[in-house]
């Protein structure tokens, strides 16, 4: 299982971190990842982390202010969300792929987390 956390109001500009405990099994051999799905558009692929040289991606719009991370030691991936705007407003989903690599597919991903709600105010 998944569990999403850290969500949250913020104001444009602000910072928030995402967490993503992982619980009944170990993720060290999944690639992570963290999805968003805003009102009225698609689930969209926003980082993720490989499983084992740990190398990210992220998407155009995210770039220089996201930052992807994994703890092994405590089963937990990390997004560290700087300069928040509105447009990152979303509900924020992290999902484990097992094996080294990740796809912009959701429906390549084994277990999705339930979901945090993040909003940005103007």
């Known amino acids: 299982q998944l569990q999403a956390s850290g969500g949250g109001l913020v104001q444009a500009g602000g910072s928030l971190r995402l967490s993503c405990a992982a619980s009944?099994?170990?993720?060290?051999?999944?690639?992570m990842a963290w999805f968003r799905q805003a009102p009225g558009k698609e689930r969209e692929l926003v980082a993720a982390?490989?499983?084992?040289?740990?190398?990210?991606y992220y998407t155009n719009s995210v770039k220089g202010r996201f930052t992807i991370s994994r703890d092994n030691a405590r089963n937990t991936v990390y997004l560290q969300m700087n300069s928040l705007k509105p447009e990152d407003t979303a509900v924020y989903y992290c999902?484990?792929?097992?094996?080294?690599?990740?796809?912009?597919?959701?429906?390549?991903?084994?277990?999705w987390g339930q979901g945090t709600l993040v909003t940005v105010s103007s």
């Open positions: 009944g099994r170990t993720f060290t051999n999944y690639a």
């Open positions: 982390i490989t499983s084992g040289s740990g190398n990210t």
């Open positions: 999902a484990a792929k097992g094996g080294n690599s990740y796809y912009a597919q959701g429906s390549k991903y084994d277990y």
